[in-house]
């Protein structure tokens, strides 16, 4: 029983680059949530997807930040034109419908130089 | 504006003894309250939830306590093991929300 896979575990992009980060959801889950967690702070919510469509946006930067869930395939959480601040901690999180609680994956650590 | 608060950065106990982490929220729409441990380099893992419509709940070691007048809950853990060294984060969801609010963690030193 696989949980929820992230790739890549590890990251580097310069300054003005796109970064792609992947997630597969447990299987029988058709609910993603994406997180992003800064050095010393709390994971903070970014989107909520179900397969091809965005239910919650509200934690998502307005700028550069978009993701999607297709139909068949991870979801993906893509970044474009990366600053330094972006650097961080991005885990996926998935459930199944109707529940609660949410299991994570291992995270992507994003490094900007 | 932090909804979910995690007052005590840190917190060392010794092994074999209760460990208590504690957590406070603001906001009254919360009906489930989770808790997730951590290690360096990995996701957090999930232990143990209680809906508000109890107020206690019970896996083994682990016993969360929730008190909603005081909009606040806890996290035992008896007996402590070195093994439980991590940080704990507390959530919450509810009301048109899917999302977890996070409070920022409480790192839980358990000395042998």
């Known amino acids: 029983n696989a949980g929820v896979m992230q790739n890549p575990r590890h990251l580097v992009r310069r300054r003005g680059q796109e970064a792609r980060l992947r997630c597969s959801p447990m299987?029988?889950?058709?609910?993603v949530y994406w997180y992003r967690q800064l050095p010393e702070e709390g994971l903070k919510f970014m989107v909520y997807?179900?397969?091809?469509?965005?239910?919650?946006e509200s934690g998502m930067p307005k700028e550069r930040f978009s993701a999607e869930f297709p139909k068949e395939g991870p979801s993906i959480l893509r970044i474009q034109q990366v600053v330094r601040g972006d650097s961080a901690a991005y885990f996926c999180a998935s459930s199944f419908v109707g529940e609660e609680t949410q299991y994570f994956g291992p995270g992507t650590r994003l490094l900007v130089l | 504006d932090q909804q979910v608060k995690q007052n005590s950065p840190s917190l060392s106990v010794q092994e074999g003894r209760i460990s208590i982490l504690n957590c406070d929220y603001t906001n009254s729409m919360f009906d489930y309250f989770l808790w997730y441990k951590k290690y360096p380099a990995e996701g957090p893992t999930f232990l143990i939830s209680?809906?508000?419509?109890?107020d206690k709940n019970e896996d083994g070691r682990f016993t969360v306590f929730l008190n909603k007048s005081a909009k606040h809950l806890s996290l035992h853990i008896v007996p402590s093991q070195p093994g439980d060294s991590a940080v704990y984060f507390c959530a919450a969801t509810g009301g048109s929300q899917g999302n977890l609010i996070f409070g920022k963690g409480t790192k839980l030193s358990v000395k042998p």
């Open positions: 299987k029988g889950h058709s609910h």
């Open positions: 997807l179900q397969k091809e469509n965005i239910i919650d």
């Open positions: 209680i809906s508000s419509i109890k």
